[in-house]
């Protein structure tokens, strides 16, 4: 059963539970073909389950100097024909000399479809707005068909010898002899029949763009086989069973269906690319009739696929990870080879092994049918996030008499190895434990090699476990914030009902809010110590001790009025050994404590004339209101008319009727107090 995961995994030894803190040790690990499939391989295979193997050897075959292949055909000789963009030509390789040779060249920026006819002519389609060409023997070139349309974007021979062309632009399949009589055969309301196949029963099977259908054309009668719902069908094969297969692809963006150009892009994304928004399927047609999905892929395109009779699967041709797949009728997989090239652009069993070419860069290479004696895999580079203390390395592997499975590490601290990594240590032959003896490092990757010399007794790893002790980093404290709570807003004026003593209540909380803002580069749990003094001394005080919120309110009521500052340390010390843990400390702006109400002073009283000053050791008055006898309060404004000193002058003439004056005073932090004055 295929393990169900998606990511590397940072997990924590079995025994330690605690909380995740610097004194645990992690580890890095690969067990699942979600995992291994982020990195590379060279003559390596990973099969579903997660175990890694040893591939097919692979043989590059000489090409010539082209911005693009984008198509090929061999024939029985063994000899590959080459069709290429951006410059229409067509090569001949030889099988024996293994020289690419030019048989046609042409006006039109690209040959899309390249065949190999038993009469021994090659035909060639070109576009955009090309033609269909036979070239014979002698190399004659024949204008065979002009289809008046855009694209020409597949060929094949039928049992009959006619060549059956599928065009784009008015989305059509059409019969050509080769004396020139041509047929049509379909006419589709998609702009694009993109690819043809014919089966060993002789039934014709086309594929669109724009929806995606698969249809049958059997003597002139078509209909739909499978509606798939992607954008484009990629490729058409069948069994030995009567099986077909289609591959069909969606992309999130209607841009990268690239169909209707004046000239064929090719996808340049390079190596690796990701591919966000498209999904690949290959769709199974059983002689029943039912119609199921078998495999998939996410941000990777499928751009062909054959049926290998020999192995019985599956080939499958990817980008931009430039993959084979094999996958088996039963919807079982695997990853067989991968390219330096960022696309595996078409594939073919035809002849010995497997011959696929490549674009981003353009290349011909043949896979064999026998695994290789030896095979390397590479891994994604894992980021530990701080650099750490590199411990041991433990795997688990199935190794056959005269099998040897081993493994080297390096390590640096950039993201993408250079000359500051160390260089590759010497392979491990057991995975019971190697030391690596690494320290201070952040990234890290793995190689792991295959070799065997029993052919169809190779070796296979499938666990990797390394184990790493992050350096203990100090706590980030970012920002210490003290707040008042906000003073209530002056309140209207007072209801007759509402008046007298019972406005002399409790004033706005005169309590301070502390928050800070702090990280631990480790993620340990922090505890805080918070420490005050007066801006004036240079001695600190402990005010509150092993905290682990990162707020508390200071109750300005058990301070003396002034201005103060407060320190904030972070500590990891509570999951660190006393040698290795540590703290950080910031201190706070100057902020102010006040919780004592302001006072009446210089207050006299005349029969025309009222005048007092209301001062405060600590802030600024805030607002004064007046009450003749405890009815209705009024505000009354400082004589210089802006509250904003702390001392304040006032002026008031009085009522002839009043005996008392009430006068309430409050200032910036909402202390306040209401003065009972005789003034007869």
């Known amino acids: 059963?295929?393990?169900?995961?998606?990511?590397?995994?940072?997990?924590?030894?079995?025994?330690?539970?605690?909380?995740?803190?610097?004194?645990?040790?992690?580890?890095?690990?690969?067990?699942?073909?979600?995992?291994?499939?982020?990195?590379?391989?060279?003559?390596?295979?990973?099969?579903?389950?997660?175990?890694?193997?040893?591939?097919?050897?692979?043989?590059?075959?000489?090409?010539?100097?082209?911005?693009?292949?984008?198509?090929f055909d061999i024939n029985e000789q063994g000899d590959l024909l080459l069709g290429c963009g951006h410059g229409a030509e067509v090569f001949r390789i030889g099988n024996q000399d293994k020289k690419p040779a030019s048989i046609f060249k042409s006006e039109e920026p690209d040959v899309h479809a390249v065949l190999q006819h038993k009469s021994g002519a090659v035909i060639v389609a070109t576009g955009p707005s090309g033609k269909v060409y036979s070239i014979d023997s002698k190399g004659k070139i024949t204008t065979l068909f002009d289809p008046k349309?855009?694209?020409?974007?597949?060929?094949?021979?039928?049992?009959?010898?006619?060549?059956?062309?599928?065009?784009?632009?008015?989305?059509?399949?059409?019969?050509?002899?080769?004396?020139?009589?041509?047929?049509?055969?379909?006419?589709?309301?998609?702009?694009?029949?993109?690819?043809?196949?014919?089966?060993?029963?002789?039934?014709?099977?086309?594929?669109?763009?724009?929806r995606g259908i698969i249809y049958t054309i059997t003597k002139n009668k078509t209909r739909v086989l499978y509606d798939s719902g992607y954008k484009e069908i990629r490729g058409i094969t069948s069994d030995h069973k009567s099986n077909i297969y289609f591959a069909a692809t969606h992309f999130a963006d209607e841009s990268n269906k690239q169909r209707d150009s004046d000239q064929i892009q090719v996808n340049t994304a390079t190596k690796g690319t990701k591919s966000p928004g498209i999904r690949s399927v290959i769709y199974q047609h059983v002689p029943n009739g039912n119609v199921e999905e078998i495999f998939s892929l996410k941000n990777e395109i499928i751009y062909d696929l054959d049926y290998d009779l020999r192995a019985q699967v599956l080939?499958?041709?990817?980008?931009?990870?430039?993959?084979?797949?094999?996958?088996?009728?039963?919807?079982?997989?695997?990853?067989?080879?991968?390219?330096?090239?960022?696309?595996?652009?078409?594939?073919?069993?035809?002849?010995?092994?497997?011959?696929?070419?490549?674009?981003?860069?353009?290349?011909?290479?043949?896979?064999?049918?026998?695994?290789?004696?030896?095979?390397?895999?590479?891994?994604?580079?894992?980021?530990?996030?701080?650099?750490?203390?590199?411990?041991?390395?433990?795997?688990?592997?199935?190794?056959p008499e005269n099998a040897q499975v081993s493994v080297s590490v390096r390590?640096?601290?950039?993201?993408?190895?250079?000359?500051?990594?160390?260089?590759?240590?010497?392979?491990?032959?057991?995975?019971n434990g190697a030391a690596t003896n690494l320290s201070d490092y952040r990234f890290v990757q793995f190689k792991i090699n295959l070799t065997s010399s029993n052919s169809g007794k190779e070796p296979f790893l499938e666990q990797l476990h390394l184990y790493y002790l992050q350096n203990n980093l100090s706590p980030r404290l970012t920002s210490v914030q003290i707040t008042p709570k906000q003073p209530k807003k002056d309140p209207p004026p007072i209801k007759p009902e509402e008046n007298r003593l019972n406005e002399n209540k409790a004033a706005n909380s005169?309590?301070?809010?502390?928050?800070?803002?702090?990280?631990?580069?480790?993620?340990?749990?922090?505890?805080?110590?918070?420490?005050?003094?007066?801006?004036?001394?240079?001695?600190?005080?402990?005010?509150?001790?092993?905290?682990?919120?990162?707020?508390?309110?200071?109750?300005?009521?058990?301070?003396?009025?002034?201005?103060?500052?407060?320190?904030?340390?972070?500590?990891?010390?509570?999951?660190?050994p006393p040698n290795l843990f540590k703290s950080t400390e910031l201190v706070s702006t100057p902020f102010?404590?006040?919780?004592?109400?302001?006072?009446?002073?210089?207050?006299?009283?005349?029969?025309?004339?009222?005048?007092?000053?209301?001062?405060?050791?600590?802030?600024?008055?805030?607002?004064?209101?007046?009450?003749?006898?405890?009815?209705?309060?009024f505000?009354?404004?400082?004589?210089?008319?802006?509250?904003?000193?702390?001392?304040?002058?006032?002026?008031?003439?009085?009522?002839?009727?009043?005996?008392?004056?009430?006068?309430?005073?409050?200032?910036?932090?909402?202390?306040?107090?209401?003065?009972?004055?005789?003034?007869?």
């Open 1 to 71: 059963m295929s393990k169900q995961r998606f990511f590397y995994t940072l997990v924590l030894l079995p025994f330690l539970i605690c909380h995740t803190s610097a004194v645990e040790v992690k580890k890095i690990t690969i067990d699942s073909f979600d995992l291994f499939q982020k990195g590379e391989f060279s003559s390596t295979k990973l099969d579903q389950q997660g175990r890694l193997r040893i591939g097919p050897g692979s043989s590059p075959i000489a090409g010539p100097a082209r911005e693009f292949y984008l198509c």
């Open 149 to 210: 349309e855009r694209f020409i974007w597949d060929m094949l021979e039928d049992q009959d010898g006619s060549i059956i062309v599928a065009v784009g632009g008015n989305g059509g399949v059409y019969r050509v002899t080769l004396s020139g009589k041509v047929s049509k055969l379909f006419e589709t309301e998609d702009p694009h029949v993109t690819t043809l196949h014919l089966s060993p029963s002789n039934i014709l099977y086309a594929g669109s763009g724009e």
């Open 315 to 399: 080939v499958v041709a990817t980008g931009n990870s430039g993959r084979v797949f094999h996958v088996k009728p039963n919807g079982e997989y695997e990853i067989v080879y991968e390219a330096d090239a960022a696309q595996i652009y078409r594939i073919s069993t035809k002849g010995p092994g497997t011959t696929i070419i490549t674009n981003n860069s353009a290349g011909i290479f043949r896979l064999d049918d026998e695994n290789s004696s030896s095979g390397t895999y590479s891994s994604d580079i894992f980021d530990l996030t701080i650099q750490s203390r590199i411990g041991k390395l433990y795997w688990q592997d199935d190794k």
């Open 411 to 431: 390590a640096g601290n950039s993201s993408k190895p250079d000359n500051t990594w160390t260089e590759w240590l010497p392979p491990f032959l057991q995975g």
């Open 510 to 576: 005169k309590d301070l809010v502390v928050t800070w803002q702090c990280q631990d580069p480790n993620d340990d749990p922090l505890t805080f110590t918070l420490m005050l003094r007066p801006v004036t001394s240079s001695k600190w005080f402990p005010f509150k001790t092993d905290l682990k919120q990162n707020s508390v309110i200071i109750p300005s009521g058990l301070f003396q009025d002034g201005h103060y500052q407060l320190k904030v340390v972070a500590s990891d010390a509570m999951t660190n």
């Open 592 to 633: 102010t404590i006040d919780s004592t109400p302001p006072d009446i002073t210089h207050f006299t009283a005349s029969s025309n004339l009222i005048r007092f000053d209301i001062a405060d050791s600590t802030t600024a008055i805030r607002h004064v209101r007046f009450s003749w006898d405890g009815e209705i309060w």
């Open 635 to 680: 505000p009354l404004f400082p004589d210089d008319l802006i509250s904003d000193s702390l001392v304040e002058s006032y002026t008031l003439k009085p009522s002839p009727s009043a005996n008392i004056l009430f006068i309430r005073a409050e200032d910036e932090f909402g202390n306040g107090k209401i003065y009972q004055k005789d003034i007869k």
